[in-house]
């Protein structure tokens, strides 16, 4: 009985949690609480937007929770966030929570270190003594304490006392804030997210519409044409409202889940697919020929569109668990990427179909950086774009991104539509923009 409980007990082991889940969920918490601006109460408490008000239906972060966050932080260098975690940790103990593995003294360690490294000598300073009332033993502080108080003795000689005053101000403003990021959109990318700076004008909202599409009276719509909504003007971006029906979504789901791995992205140096930090969800590839429901679907969203989807690559299905995203990038091969789709032989990808399977319930749109606009998931409806000008030429404006998923699960399918076939469905116009 013992040899079969242990022999169950090490299969099933390969799917628990191990180190790397564990530092991906820290991260995700911490992507979430920068892109939509959440102290750390509120992550540790579980208000989040659109979340239950109930206390009995939220998650919410312990002692050693928030410690954990702090500590995954600090082996990333990143001592911002682990400032924000560990005083967050530290600010629960001294509200009377009970922890048995996390103590004020391993806290106070972090904190003091994590702050000088942020240049607020005094706030470090002021932990270490703390520290020390606790532990007046600990090695490591009482090294600490001499030399930040000959830091502050020395800044004091050099500086007179408001010149040093307002140093300490101009270097917390700096300091206690994130780090500059790599990404130089990111700040746009971020407010979109929030819903803050949508380029929606009352003149470009005039221009949009509703109606009933039948793609020139295509035999397939002519009874029961397709609602499409128009979300964006310049570039043009429509909406297909109810265009796959829940048994249809639950199926591509079915079929998808066993296969869902780690979602790549092209590596313009090698042209190979690899995993990359700002994508951050599973993906499986499903073919026409494996059920009859993708092949329904390819062939709707070649009536839909007009575009010959022959050419076009498999079904994408990804999934955005808490803190999923893609930021933003292209969907077509640049010039200075001439072999991105080379292996394909079918050209560029000139648009895109993205199908939402699920609704979100906070988080998770997907955004124009360029433009300025914002979509937000809807199951069962499908958003559609051009990538590229009718002349072949890439439409810088329909740079996007996948905004983190704040709650919830987010489940959506793409279909990446190439060039070869299109010919004649989508003619070249006289001019390079047309």
Known sequence: MSDVFVSNLTIQRQNFPNDDDQSGAARALMRLQDTYRLDTETVSTGLLPGSSPLASMRSVLTVEDCFDLGKVAYSEVDYYHTELWMAQALKQLDRGETSGTVDAVSILDYLSY????????????DFTRRLLELDPTHQRANGNLKYFEYQLSKQEKEEDHQEEEEEQRRRRRETHSRQD???PERNKYERLCRGEDIQMTPCRWSRL???YHDNGRHPRFVIGPVKQEDEWDRPHIVRYHDIVSEKEMEKVKELAKPRLRRATVHDPQTGRLTTAHYRVSKSAWLGAFEHPVVDQINQRIQDVTGLDVSTAEDLQVANYGVGGQYEPHYDFGRKDEPDAFEELGTGNRIATWLLYMSDVQAGGATVFTDIGAAVQPKKGSAVFWYNL????????????AACPVLLGNKWVSNKWIHER???FRRRCGLRETD
């Open 114 to 125: 994590s702050v000088y490294q942020q240049g607020a000598l005094q706030k470090a300073l």
């Open 181 to 183: 990021d790599y990404l």
């Open 209 to 211: 519409f509703c109606r």
């Open 389 to 400: 000008h009718p002349s072949g030429e890439g439409d810088y404006r329909t740079r996007h």
């Open 421 to 423: 076939g299109q010919e």
